[in-house]
């Protein structure tokens, strides 16, 4: 999985029709310091993520394995909010 | 997904039988500025997309998982045309 | 899918025996403007292209959607060769 | 298979309920003389890795073939616990 | 697929079960030239290569198409060793 920040909201209104209901998260990749690595992904959200929320993204087939993706054309999931980090021990981001 | 802006559409008749009656496009990526990133990729269109439309790319076996794909030797396609997406409450593109 | 050029010819006698009478082609990637990129692939040839043709290539799982490849160790297959490409009403590569 | 080293974990209570139960670790990657490559992956630990040691990673769908990660939507798992490689016969890591 | 060379193996006694009987060798990239490019990865060996051979790695769940991995937790297969290539008619590798 990918670590990612939640910056803002894609709609599209035409689209193939399995993907009616889902909601499009645009979220920034993120590195283990907790900055922008400079790459984004535009993500189905399955957990309710809002504006600022560092997430978890899981990409290729794996995306379609939540309920709200199964068997859409979804290569990208939000599928955790993320609460905290550590490396070695020492707090990296605590929510 | 991906962000891309459709360039162009790409001719083939020679090709796995498979791939008849689908239209390849040409789709540059575009990061959350809306600016060309340098990388492309050709899609197949399965919502009726056109030249100049700003577009959400599928790849891997998601791309095999619209009505147009379902079982084909595709590796990309156009599930989605965007309307507008904001960053921070700030509107990045608007059609 | 990917833009490529078929370049030359790979023989392996010793392989997996799902791999037996297929046809190994490197391929080096082309980007929009019909220049190679630097990129290449090992791609199983689906469709009878010969040295010096531009192809698109698919890639991962939908590479074995095609006939000669299913449930083959085969993550690259030439699905299609390419008679024109245009980009914005401008032929960029005509056969 | 990706090299990579557990440096730390990632706490998510907020997640899909497929994900209930599973270890996020935060690991590095690699290179064969041992050092990181700058990147890294948040990947389920299937084996019990522990911080400090060098695992290996299988990513996309091969990341559900363990028996805890199957049909979840996990991309990336800690698939085995390295003892030692080497490069021509000399040593590059023993634990 | 992409070409690689073997270098070495990997050793990793604690392991997902599946994973067990498999031989982990570390293979580095190659380009059409037959100069390592700098990348790397750790691949199951399906054909019985030995170091210093030329091969041919097969990615993603393509990986798992071979009989000794077929259901394993494995992205990365060696499913051919190289004879030889050649580009535009000229030998660029012969064992």
Redesign the interface.
Known sequence: ???GKV??????????P??DGLK?M?V?HI??EGKETGG????VD???AG?GELV?I??????????A?Q???????I???????????VD?YRK
């Open positions: 999985m990918n670590l910056v803002g909201t894609v709609v599209a209104t035409r689209k193939d399995c993907m499009f645009l920034r590195d283990p984004h992904v535009v993500a399955a957990v309710g504006p978890l899981a990409t290729g087939s794996s995306a379609r394995q939540t309920i993706t068997n859409r054309p979804c290569d990208a999931v599928m955790a909010i993320v609460d905290s980090w550590e490396i070695g021990g990296k």
